[in-house]
């Protein structure tokens, strides 16, 4: 029964390495879309849409396997010989884990800056955007004003 427990351990850790993978792929796109100046914001907001759902499920993963580990840390402690093999599995699976999870900081703190700088620019472009516009309207009403007379009084008394 506790083998089961094992390898249900070792599939959860397998899984949430899918999962990592599938968020790293996630955050190239995210930076691929960030530094593409005609990228679209809708294309954006489904990578952010699809890592919040791929989060969701590390956490549930995670619960899972902590709650197992609660299940089967005795026997595993008292039986190392027994589980040796199981034991250097789930190692072997953490330190990628931990690898991976090393890797997506990185990516994550690389994307931060990207769409920090994305910002300020679309913020000087809508200042620009802004400043030209109310140039032009202010033409467009001194233009206006320049063909117009006054209405003048005429006094017809001789």
Same mark, same amino acid.
């Given at each position: 029964?506790q083998k089961t427990y094992v390898d249900i351990m070792i599939?959860?850790?397998? /899984? ?6 599938? &968020?790293? !792929?996630?955050?190239? %796109?995210?930076?691929? #879309?960030?530094?593409? *100046? ?47 093999? /199981? ?6 699976? &953490?330190? !990628?884990?931990?690898? %991976?999870?090393?890797? #997506?900081?990185?990516? *994550? ?47 017809? /008394?001789?």
């Amino acid at each position: 029964m506790q083998k089961t427990y094992v390898d249900i351990m070792i599939q959860s850790l397998n /899984k949430k390495i899918q999962v990592l993978n599938e &968020i790293k !792929r996630l955050n190239v %796109l995210q930076c691929n #879309l960030l530094e593409d *100046e005609k990228a679209d914001a809708d294309d954006f907001d489904k990578t952010v849409e699809d890592k919040a759902k791929l989060i969701e499920q590390l956490e549930q993963l995670d619960s899972g396997f902590d709650k197992l580990f609660e299940r089967v840390r005795e026997e595993l402690y008292e039986h190392k010989d027994a589980y040796r093999d /199981k034991i250097k599995s789930m190692q072997d699976c &953490i330190r !990628r884990i931990t690898d %991976l999870s090393m890797e #997506l900081q990185s990516q *994550e703190a690389r994307n931060k800056d990207l769409m920090t700088r994305k910002f300020v620019s679309v913020k000087q472009k809508a200042k620009i955007v802004r400043t030209n516009t109310k140039a032009a309207s202010q033409y467009y009403k001194n233009m206006m004003q320049l063909n117009y007379v006054d209405p003048q009084f005429m006094d017809n /008394k001789k």
